[in-house]
């Protein structure tokens, strides 16, 4: 006897502070099948609470909420929420607020106004390991980490080995060093090496900037 039906795979918390939207959210995953709504929160704080208690797979996140707002509860997710991977669900925020939070762990953002289709694929894609991002988000967020980055100036076609492009397609999935070495069959500190030097011939700061270029750049599309 299957329990797919009874238990969905991907657990999502939501939180946002318009209870009428809330609403509409829970039905909409509610009727996707493999998504349940384990709780809703409607300010900062109590988002903090229930992700401690709950522990879900996702976060729908809202930026602009009472008592605390989205970046503080992205500072204090730690310890047991460590394992919540976070989408921004949004009307638009400022580009520097939506870096920040990006900085501090959120790993997609949706306009409010997406299509329904778009929001389920973007959960199942982060519950993955994937960043989702749209096109316009991902060219203001290169745009935004430029300003604020000390990197030296990208270049617009890199000349990747395979082995570097097959690195790059694993790291905007979501990879760690140990996991791409065990996928590829190296060492963790070649990998290491390897993303040295593609930080250098692409001008990128961290793994979050190399995952964003990469999708922008279309990288990622064959491994």
Same mark, same amino acid.
């Given at each position: 006897?299957?329990?797919?039906?009874?238990?969905?795979?991907?657990?999502?918390?939501?939180?946002?502070?318009?209870?009428?939207?809330?609403?509409?959210?829970?039905?909409?995953?509610?009727?996707?099948?493999?998504?349940?709504?384990?709780?809703?929160? &409607?300010?900062?704080? +109590?988002?903090?609470? !229930?992700?401690?208690?709950? $522990?879900?797979? @996702?976060? #729908?996140?809202?930026?602009?909420?009472?008592?605390?707002?989205?970046?503080?509860?992205?500072?204090?997710?730690?310890?047991?929420?460590?394992?919540?991977?976070?989408?921004?669900?949004?009307?638009?925020?400022?580009?520097?607020?939506?870096?920040?939070?990006?900085?501090?762990?959120?790993?997609?953002?949706?306009?409010?106004?997406?299509?329904?289709?778009?929001?389920?694929?973007?959960?199942?894609?982060?519950?993955?390991?994937?960043?989702?991002?749209?096109?316009?988000?991902?060219?203001?967020?290169?745009?935004?980490?430029?300003?604020?980055?000390?990197? &030296?100036?990208?270049? +617009?076609?890199?000349? !990747?080995?395979?082995?570097? $492009?097959?690195? @790059?397609? #694993?790291?905007?999935?979501?990879?760690?060093?140990?996991?791409?070495?065990?996928?590829?069959?190296?060492?963790?500190?070649?990998?290491?090496?390897?993303?040295?030097?593609?930080?250098?011939?692409?001008?990128?700061?961290?793994?979050?900037?190399?995952?964003?270029?990469?999708?922008?750049?279309?990288?990622?599309?064959?491994?």
């Amino acid at each position: 006897m299957t329990k797919s039906k009874t238990n969905p795979s991907i657990r999502v918390l939501v939180a946002d502070d318009h209870a009428i939207f809330r609403e509409g959210l829970r039905k909409l995953l509610e009727g996707a099948g493999d998504i349940a709504v384990v709780g809703e929160a &409607g300010d900062g704080d +109590e988002t903090v609470r !229930l992700l401690h208690k709950l $522990k879900p797979d @996702v976060l #729908l996140l809202d930026l602009r909420m009472p008592v605390k707002d989205g970046l503080g509860v992205l500072e204090e997710m730690n310890g047991d929420s460590a394992q919540t991977r976070v989408i921004l669900v949004t009307e638009g925020e400022n580009e520097h607020d939506v870096v920040r939070a990006m900085r501090l762990g959120a790993r997609g953002v949706v306009w409010k106004q997406s299509a329904s289709s778009l929001l389920l694929k973007s959960i199942r894609k982060v519950n993955a390991g994937e960043i989702w991002l749209d096109n316009r988000m991902t060219a203001e967020l290169i745009d935004a980490f430029k300003k604020s980055s000390d990197s &030296g100036a990208r270049r +617009e076609k890199p000349l !990747l080995s395979p082995r570097e $492009k097959e690195i @790059v397609h #694993l790291v905007a999935q979501g990879f760690r060093n140990r996991e791409i070495a065990e996928k590829l069959f190296i060492s963790e500190q070649t990998v290491k090496n390897h993303l040295h030097n593609i930080f250098d011939k692409l001008g990128v700061s961290d793994r979050l900037e190399l995952a964003l270029y990469a999708i922008h750049h279309r990288l990622t599309d064959t491994p």
